[in-house]
């Protein structure tokens, strides 16, 4: 972590712009040092490196991550400005952080620049690749929860999420999201303009925040899979992936987390977020989970139940629908694992870097909430439905998949306000998400509404819970350290004050109302020009081999000559044996086969 101490004031600078390069000019306080000092500005938010003095060269301008720091460094250089206060502002006086550092200051500090500049580079690509980890968990879940003859196919699909995925980010989708060519943060807009196909990004920090950013999308993207399975066409598949990570998400992303989206909490000095606050949403229980969820509810009305899961061949309606067993347990809670594992990327990742105390401390408590929420989901939505159950039945049972969404659930529940809560109110974030779960699996089942794995009440209906959780659970002390502010806080706090709720509210009803515009349409047009669901005798015989040249599993036994071969053979050797159970039948069901 970086440390900072001793603080001196060195001197003003004026400060202008040379071909959409920021420089400095240091004056004569340190002229002792020779020379004109100027540093290239490595973007909003990152490590704001202008110089640094070393005992043999004096000053010396720094290019970071091009350029190595001096081997006998002493000092490093800050700039002043309001992107700086989660990186170096809680650590400077108290006169400095409300007045002049905002004024263009430079200030000089002791600091290990050389380990900092490792460590805040790595933090992000460490965590983005952990919130990238999340695809094989996605796809171990989902394999392990449709049948058999549909792996192969919904393998291939939570791949091309991947892959469609980085094509839409980086085409568009980034610059839709992110993208800010005049370099206007005053005024707010609908959507980015800059950096398209990335080709104006120039520097590590840069190329880092893509990356990270991109494992979000292609998480959001990979949350419909799941609840298509088994009755998808693929390439209309590889196209709603392109269409959600280029456009329909980055939109939303712009309008709360980048600086002048309209809803964004991220307004530093201008004062003018909306509802004097803005939308809190951490690390995207509404951006991420809820935009795939509420994807996956729309294409699930719209493409219609599997065959046989709610209507018999007739098309009449079933007294009881029929349930599909998953194929692989041990898939699904090796995928709920490598989920859980991976949210710890994107929980405490998204505070970016630890460049302080205090942003070791969001990080830490995000790490905190994560775990304790998921904790409570799984068993929540698992004794809840045991207990249902034995009210009912006068039996109780404990249902893994139960436990599997309900952790599920409380990871995202949690992940809005994983920063801004307390580890109790996570806990109870959690034992309300196994409740949502749960409520939300049974009603879609009486609308008729098929989602193979459950993602729609494990990411639509508790990525809505998230986000309402923030409104009333937002700890003042937690805020501030968070958000720099405490004038809006959680209801349950400031119970005069819903002003924090209201905002939450406003912004699930934007993302449903804009995936629902979006993504309606699209699924529509895919189902009319036949491009979306497959023909009733490929879904019926399993799209392993009506797509995809062949069933996922070799589950072909041996001969039966060969087997009564080898019973003859120890037969001569050794005399009239016994034939072992486990050689007499598989010698049975290989004549069976043969038969058939």
Same mark, same amino acid.
């Given at each position: 972590m970086t440390s900072v101490e001793d603080f001196t004031l060195v001197s003003h600078c004026e400060t202008v712009t040379l071909n959409n390069v920021a420089t400095c000019t240091l004056l004569d306080q340190v002229s002792a040092l020779e020379g004109t000092v100027a540093g290239l500005i490595d973007g909003v938010d990152t490590f704001f490196l202008l110089f640094a003095v070393s005992e043999t060269?004096?000053?010396?301008?720094?290019?970071?991550?091009?350029? &190595?720091?001096?081997?006998?460094? !002493?000092?490093?250089?800050?700039?002043?400005?309001r992107y700086l206060t989660g990186i170096v502002m809680s650590e400077l006086p108290e006169y400095l952080r409300k007045n002049e550092i905002l004024c263009g200051l430079l200030l000089v500090c002791k600091i290990d620049v050389r380990g900092a500049l490792l460590t805040l580079g790595y933090v992000g690509l460490s965590q983005g690749a952990c919130v990238f980890l999340m695809q094989s968990g996605f796809a171990m879940l989902c394999a392990g929860s449709v049948r058999q003859k549909n792996v192969k196919n919904i393998m291939l699909k939570n791949l091309l999420d991947a892959c469609g995925g980085a094509i839409g980010f980086w085409s568009i989708g980034f610059a839709l999201a992110y993208g800010d060519r005049d370099g206007d943060l005053v005024n707010k807009r609908f959507i980015g303009n800059d950096y398209f196909g990335l080709t104006d990004l120039k520097t590590g920090g840069e190329y880092i925040g893509w990356f990270f950013q991109f494992a979000f999308a292609a998480t959001a993207a990979t949350i419909v899979a799941g609840t298509v399975a088994e009755r998808c066409k693929m390439a209309a598949y590889l196209c709603y992936s392109v269409f959600l990570t280029g456009f329909v998400y980055p939109v939303v992303v712009h309008s709360i987390w980048a600086s002048d989206g309209f809803l964004t909490a991220f307004r530093g000095d201008f004062a003018d977020a909306f509802r004097d606050i803005g939308v809190v949403d951490f690390a995207g229980s509404g951006v991420v989970h809820m935009t795939g969820g509420a994807t996956a509810l729309m294409a699930a009305i719209i493409l219609g139940p599997r065959?046989?899961?709610?209507?018999?061949?007739?098309?009449?309606?079933?007294?009881?629908?029929?349930?599909?067993?998953?194929?692989?347990?041990?898939?699904?809670?090796?995928?709920?694992?490598?989920?859980?594992?991976?949210?710890?990327?994107?929980? =405490?990742?998204?505070?970016?870097k630890i460049s302080n105390s205090d942003v070791a401390a969001v990080a830490g408590l995000c790490a905190v909430t994560t775990t304790i929420a998921a904790a409570a989901g799984c068993v929540s939505a698992m004794f809840t439905d045991s207990l249902i159950e034995c009210f009912k039945t006068g039996e109780t049972s404990y249902d893994l998949t139960m436990a599997m969404n309900g952790a599920l659930g409380g990871l995202v529940g949690i992940t809005a306000g994983t920063?801004?809560?307390?580890?109790?109110?996570?806990?109870?974030?959690?034992?309300?998400? &196994? @409740?949502?779960?749960? &409520?939300?699996?049974?009603?879609? $089942?009486?609308?008729?509404?098929?989602?193979?794995?459950?993602? *729609?009440?494990?990411?639509?209906?508790?990525?809505m819970w998230g986000v309402i959780a923030v409104g009333l659970f937002a700890e003042p002390d937690r805020m501030l350290l968070a958000y720099?502010?405490?004038?809006?806080?959680? @209801?349950?706090?400031?119970?005069?004050?819903?002003?924090?709720?209201?905002?939450? $509210?406003?912004?699930?009803?934007?993302? !449903?109302?804009?995936?629902?515009?979006?993504?309606? =349409?699209?699924? !529509?047009?895919?189902?009319? *020009?036949?491009?979306?669901?497959?023909? =009733?005798?490929?879904?019926?015989?399993?799209?392993? $081999?009506?797509?995809?040249?062949?069933?996922?599993?070799?589950?072909?036994?041996?001969?039966?000559?060969?087997?009564?071969?080898?019973? %003859?053979?120890?037969?001569?050797?050794?005399?009239?044996?016994?034939? =072992?159970?486990?050689?007499?039948?598989?010698?049975?069901?290989?004549? %069976?086969?043969?038969?058939?």
């Amino acid at each position: 972590m970086t440390s900072v101490e001793d603080f001196t004031l060195v001197s003003h600078c004026e400060t202008v712009t040379l071909n959409n390069v920021a420089t400095c000019t240091l004056l004569d306080q340190v002229s002792a040092l020779e020379g004109t000092v100027a540093g290239l500005i490595d973007g909003v938010d990152t490590f704001f490196l202008l110089f640094a003095v070393s005992e043999t060269n004096g000053v010396c301008a720094l290019d970071w991550p091009r350029q &190595g720091a001096p081997s006998d460094l !002493i000092y490093v250089c800050i700039v002043g400005a309001r992107y700086l206060t989660g990186i170096v502002m809680s650590e400077l006086p108290e006169y400095l952080r409300k007045n002049e550092i905002l004024c263009g200051l430079l200030l000089v500090c002791k600091i290990d620049v050389r380990g900092a500049l490792l460590t805040l580079g790595y933090v992000g690509l460490s965590q983005g690749a952990c919130v990238f980890l999340m695809q094989s968990g996605f796809a171990m879940l989902c394999a392990g929860s449709v049948r058999q003859k549909n792996v192969k196919n919904i393998m291939l699909k939570n791949l091309l999420d991947a892959c469609g995925g980085a094509i839409g980010f980086w085409s568009i989708g980034f610059a839709l999201a992110y993208g800010d060519r005049d370099g206007d943060l005053v005024n707010k807009r609908f959507i980015g303009n800059d950096y398209f196909g990335l080709t104006d990004l120039k520097t590590g920090g840069e190329y880092i925040g893509w990356f990270f950013q991109f494992a979000f999308a292609a998480t959001a993207a990979t949350i419909v899979a799941g609840t298509v399975a088994e009755r998808c066409k693929m390439a209309a598949y590889l196209c709603y992936s392109v269409f959600l990570t280029g456009f329909v998400y980055p939109v939303v992303v712009h309008s709360i987390w980048a600086s002048d989206g309209f809803l964004t909490a991220f307004r530093g000095d201008f004062a003018d977020a909306f509802r004097d606050i803005g939308v809190v949403d951490f690390a995207g229980s509404g951006v991420v989970h809820m935009t795939g969820g509420a994807t996956a509810l729309m294409a699930a009305i719209i493409l219609g139940p599997r065959k046989g899961r709610f209507y018999d061949d007739d098309g009449n309606p079933l007294e009881t629908p029929v349930s599909f067993p998953p194929h692989s347990v041990a898939l699904q809670i090796l995928g709920t694992f490598i989920l859980w594992f991976g949210w710890y990327g994107f929980n =405490p990742g998204s505070a970016l870097k630890i460049s302080n105390s205090d942003v070791a401390a969001v990080a830490g408590l995000c790490a905190v909430t994560t775990t304790i929420a998921a904790a409570a989901g799984c068993v929540s939505a698992m004794f809840t439905d045991s207990l249902i159950e034995c009210f009912k039945t006068g039996e109780t049972s404990y249902d893994l998949t139960m436990a599997m969404n309900g952790a599920l659930g409380g990871l995202v529940g949690i992940t809005a306000g994983t920063s801004v809560v307390t580890p109790w109110a996570a806990l109870v974030i959690g034992i309300i998400a &196994g @409740w949502v779960y749960y &409520g939300f699996s049974k009603l879609l $089942i009486m609308l008729k509404i098929d989602d193979a794995v459950d993602a *729609i009440p494990v990411h639509f209906a508790n990525g809505m819970w998230g986000v309402i959780a923030v409104g009333l659970f937002a700890e003042p002390d937690r805020m501030l350290l968070a958000y720099s502010t405490d004038v809006h806080v959680g @209801w349950f706090y400031n119970g005069s004050d819903a002003n924090l709720l209201l905002v939450q $509210i406003c912004a699930i009803l934007w993302i !449903i109302g804009w995936v629902t515009a979006t993504m309606v =349409p699209f699924f !529509i047009v895919l189902r009319a *020009i036949g491009f979306f669901r497959v023909d =009733p005798l490929e879904e019926e015989v399993g799209l392993d $081999i009506s797509h995809h040249r062949g069933a996922a599993y070799d589950l072909t036994g041996p001969k039966q000559e060969d087997v009564e071969e080898l019973m %003859e053979v120890r037969a001569s050797k050794h005399g009239k044996v016994e034939v =072992p159970k486990e050689v007499a039948d598989a010698a049975d069901a290989a004549g %069976e086969e043969e038969m058939a």
